[in-house]
C-alpha cells in the first residue's frame, strides 16, 4: 500500500555529516506521520526520530536531540534525516517507517505500518 525506499547512506568520518533521504510512493495520501530507526549489529532497532505529515510536529531521541534533524517534503512525498557531528556509536542501518493513524506510543517500531529497507551508515576513521 504505501512503498519506502530509503537513501543517502554512505561511510563518513567522525564528526562529519551525512542527510538521509526517505521516498513514499503508493497510497501516500493515508500517512499520518513519518519516522526514523536506527539498528546497530546484536542490537535492539531503536527510536531516532519522527514527524508528523500535516502539522509537522517533531520528536526526538533525547540522546540525538540537537545533532540530528528531521523534515518533510510534502510535494515530493519525501521525509529526510540531516545527521551532523556524527560519531562511531552512530553506526547502524537506519530504517525509514510510516503510520496511517494517530496512535501513541510514537518511539517504538511496533507503531509503524510501513518500512522501508534500510540505508546503512557507517562512521569510522
Same mark, same amino acid.
Given at each position: 500500500? +504505501?512503498?519506502?525506499?530509503?537513501?543517502? =547512506? #554512505?561511510?563518513?568520518?567522525?564528526?562529519? $555529516? *551525512?542527510?538521509?533521504?526517505?521516498?513514499? %510512493?503508493?497510497?501516500?495520501?493515508?500517512?499520518?506521520?513519518?519516522?526514523?530507526?536506527?539498528?546497530?549489529?546484536?542490537?535492539?532497532?531503536?527510536? +531516532?526520530?519522527?514527524?508528523?505529515?500535516? =502539522? #509537522?510536529?517533531?520528536?526526538?531521541?533525547? $540522546? *540525538?536531540?540537537?545533532?540530528?534533524?528531521? %523534515?518533510?517534503?510534502?510535494?515530493?512525498?519525501?521525509?529526510?534525516?540531516?545527521?551532523?557531528?556524527?560519531?562511531?556509536?552512530?553506526?547502524?542501518?537506519?530504517?525509514?517507517?510510516?503510520?496511517?493513524?494517530?496512535?501513541?506510543?510514537?518511539?517504538?517500531?511496533?507503531?509503524?505500518?510501513?518500512?522501508?529497507?534500510?540505508?546503512?551508515?557507517?562512521?569510522?576513521?
Amino acid at each position: 500500500q +504505501v512503498q519506502l525506499v530509503e537513501s543517502g =547512506g #554512505g561511510l563518513v568520518q567522525p564528526g562529519g $555529516s *551525512l542527510r538521509l533521504s526517505c521516498a513514499a %510512493s503508493g497510497r501516500t495520501f493515508s500517512i499520518y506521520r513519518m519516522g526514523w530507526f536506527r539498528q546497530a549489529p546484536g542490537k535492539e532497532r531503536e527510536f +531516532v526520530a519522527t514527524i508528523t505529515w500535516t =502539522g #509537522g510536529s517533531t520528536t526526538y531521541a533525547d $540522546s *540525538l536531540k540537537g545533532r540530528f534533524t528531521i %523534515s518533510r517534503d510534502n510535494a515530493k512525498n519525501t521525509v529526510y534525516l540531516q545527521m551532523n557531528s556524527l560519531k562511531p556509536e552512530d553506526t547502524a542501518v537506519y530504517f525509514c517507517a510510516a503510520r496511517a493513524t494517530s496512535v501513541r506510543p510514537v518511539a517504538v517500531a511496533a507503531s509503524y505500518d510501513f518500512w522501508g529497507q534500510g540505508t546503512q551508515v557507517t562512521v569510522s576513521s
